[in-house]
């Protein structure tokens, strides 16, 4: 099992930078993929970017070349850079981590992005 907890979420204006970061509870060199989802009320959760334990990286379309996704094995992290946020970027965002055949999500943490 693993637990993960999420920070860095909050008010930012439109145009600006967050950077989030989720903290694993035991080492994460052996989870293989990785990842940071978002979901507003009503909604489906959606994927945001993913990262492999090599270092593959994927990305929704409304957020390539603005989000970059990171992660640090030694440090038991995974963060994501947040750029040119826009009011659609609003959302709880939620770390994911998928070990064997089970998956893991944080308590998420609110990003707000004003026009």
């Known amino acids: 099992q693993v637990q993960l907890v999420e920070s860095g979420g909050g008010l930012v204006q439109a145009g600006g930078s967050l950077r989030l970061s989720c903290t694993a509870s035991?080492?994460?060199?052996?989870?293989?993929?990785m990842g940071w989802y978002r979901q507003n009320p009503g909604k489906q959760r959606e994927l945001v970017a993913t990262?492999?334990?090599?270092?593959?990286?994927k990305y929704a379309d409304s957020v390539k070349g603005r989000f970059t996704i990171s992660r640090d094995n030694a440090k038991n992290t995974v963060d994501l850079q947040m750029s040119s946020l826009e009011p659609e970027d609003t959302a709880v965002y939620y770390c994911?981590?998928?070990?064997?055949?089970?998956?893991?999500w944080g308590q998420g943490t609110q990003v707000t992005v004003s026009s």
């Open positions: 994911n981590a998928k070990l064997m055949l089970s998956e893991y």
């Open positions: 990262i492999t334990g090599g270092g593959s990286t």
């Open positions: 035991r080492s994460i060199s052996s989870i293989n993929a």
